[in-house]
């Protein structure tokens, strides 16, 4: 089966979800996209980049759910 994006919702509306929370997260998601896909090195770069872009975009929003 072949990708083109994997989304994933990572907020905290139901359960907290922290740095603790951030880091297993991210670990695990590295273990099991290089199992099925192979080594990637820039994974953590990557990974931070998109975090800041999250927390940018939050500043700009009122942080409320919205369903489309």
Known sequence: MRFDAIVLDLGNTLL???EREDR???GELRRTLASEIGPM???EERARRAK???H???RRTTM???TV
């Open 52 to 54: 800041q872009k999250l």
């Open 64 to 66: 409320r759910e919205v």
């Open 24 to 26: 297993a997260f991210y």
């Open 16 to 18: 907290p979800f922290g």
């Open 56 to 58: 940018f975009e939050r």
């Open 41 to 43: 090195p820039d994974f």
